[in-house]
């Protein structure tokens, strides 16, 4: 299976936005997170039976307004610049080589539009078996819920990666399915409605938490702090950068500074 991560160009008050206005984390802050979570994942992603194209938005597909760049030069080639820098700076270069990752510019006017032209060209231009749209904001998944994914994608043409709140973390696809307005709240049953109206068998992945919003996050700090206490291994990233910034779980729950 071809995994694809869309990752976004890491710039604050672009990513994690939500975060920087419901919790203590400041713009900058949500951006370390970001960029945290993202080394996990496409690590994760190498580390498992997947192929790993990293899927980047440019200007073209950026909302109005967020055209900074740091030295004035080319807004397309700073996007594509930071989300390849953030990638090698996970991986290294030698592994870059070696897994082949691919870096492919998204192509579309919505979030619904540019992962079904992905998955669409992977499918039916490249003759990939299958096509997994792993979200980058899901540290806690391990390579076993990707080969998972990949075995189970043998058995239904759809497997959708439930996550809290109705949303999905990874959406896998042997057939391409009508992706208007998949993503339209609650994102796990509109998924899975498209998928069976076009006549094709729907299976799961487990559940894992993303750390899009606060409930979200208070849940993947809870994970890592299960797991350590389990001797279990922890998303490396994720979990220095929630350390740095003294992040925990209070009443409620929501997100305190140590």
Do not use: K, W
């Amino acid at each position: 299976m071809i995994v694809v991560v869309p990752v976004d160009p890491p710039r604050d008050g672009l990513v994690l936005s939500s975060l920087a206005e419901t919790t203590p984390l400041a713009p900058s802050e949500a951006r370390r997170l970001y960029e945290a979570t993202t080394a996990d994942v496409v690590r994760t992603v190498v580390s498992s039976g997947g192929e790993l194209l990293v899927n980047y938005r440019d200007e073209e597909t950026l909302p109005a307004g967020d055209g900074e760049t740091d030295g004035g030069g080319d807004e397309r080639a700073d996007a594509e610049t930071a989300v390849r820098t953030l990638v090698t700076d996970a991986l290294g270069e030698d592994v870059l080589e070696a897994e082949d990752v691919r870096f492919e510019r998204q192509v579309g006017s919505t979030r619904a539009a540019r992962v079904g032209n992905t998955v669409t060209h992977l499918l039916e231009r490249e003759d990939h078996a299958s096509v997994g749209i792993l979200e980058p904001t899901a540290p806690l998944v391990a390579r076993t819920e990707i080969d998972g994914a990949a075995m189970t994608i043998r058995r239904n043409e759809v497997v959708l990666g439930p996550a809290p709140g109705g949303r999905v973390y990874f959406a896998c696809f042997a057939e391409p399915i009508d992706f208007t307005n998949v993503y339209t709240t609650p994102e796990l049953g509109t998924l899975a409605t498209h998928g069976a109206d076009a006549g094709l068998n729907v299976g799961f992945a487990p559940m894992l938490p993303t750390v899009a919003t606060e409930d979200d996050l208070c849940s993947t700090i809870a994970g890592l702090e299960a797991r350590r206490a389990a001797g279990r291994p922890v998303p490396e990233a994720t979990a220095a950068v929630v350390d740095e910034l003294g992040l925990a779980v209070d009443d409620g729950p929501t997100i305190v500074r140590r």
